[in-house]
């Protein structure tokens, strides 16, 4: 398969290319040091990198940035950050992107336990992550040619412990684990579905 992994160069982005590449041509995107660079906050941007890549089979997201802080700083210009990233930066991936993807291909986004387990800083990424859930779950009765689009849910990730101080009591998801949830994604056939570990 051909596979594009946007935010390839992250955390969780650099496991899956390691993964999957064995296996698949997997095109690395990132803001930066991709294979093909992208801003997903910018729709010319994702319609460029789609024209680079040309027809594929899968994508899957692993980026979406928003604001962390404190409710005071919330506002505006600081609530659009996720607004703008990890919610119209992975809708828009799906639709400018079905233009381009194989019949029965699949789109796999990234969410996060936040959108039902809030946590202190981070109301601007529970509210991303319940739009692109939202989005997911509607999407999936409207593509067409056997499309399919899920999200994968995790907890903090076990690799980045920066974040461990943010979540008090919750069990870190592996990397195994987050392989896994976006392989059944990927190469199962779900849709609609938001697959925690």
Not at 46 to 69: C, H, R, W, Y
Not at 113 to 141: C, D, K, M, W, Y
Request: charged share 20%.
């Amino acid at each position: 398969m051909k596979i594009i992994i946007v935010g390839a160069t992250g955390t969780m982005g650099t496991h899956l290319v390691k993964a999957l590449e064995k296996e698949h041509e997997v095109i690395k995107v990132a803001s930066k040091d991709g294979d093909i660079d992208a801003d997903i906050t910018s729709t010319e941007s994702i319609e460029n990198m789609f024209k680079q890549v040309g027809t594929f089979d899968a994508l899957i997201s692993t980026a979406g940035p928003t604001f962390v802080g404190p409710w005071g700083k919330l506002n505006d210009s600081t609530f659009r950050q996720g607004v703008e990233g990890k919610m119209m930066g992975q809708i828009n991936l799906v639709l400018i992107g079905q233009k381009y993807i194989n019949p029965k291909g699949s789109f796999t986004l990234i969410t996060g336990a936040l959108t039902h387990e809030p946590q202190v800083n981070f109301a601007n990424a529970s509210a991303a992550n319940g739009a692109v859930e939202g989005f997911v779950r509607a999407a999936a009765i409207e593509l067409e040619n056997g499309i399919r689009i899920n999200a994968v849910s995790p907890t903090v990730i076990e690799d980045s412990p920066q974040y461990f101080p943010y979540f008090p009591g919750e069990i870190p998801t592996t990397m195994r684990q987050l392989e896994f949830m976006f392989r059944k994604s990927v190469f199962g056939k779900v849709t609609g579905h938001v697959i925690k570990p």
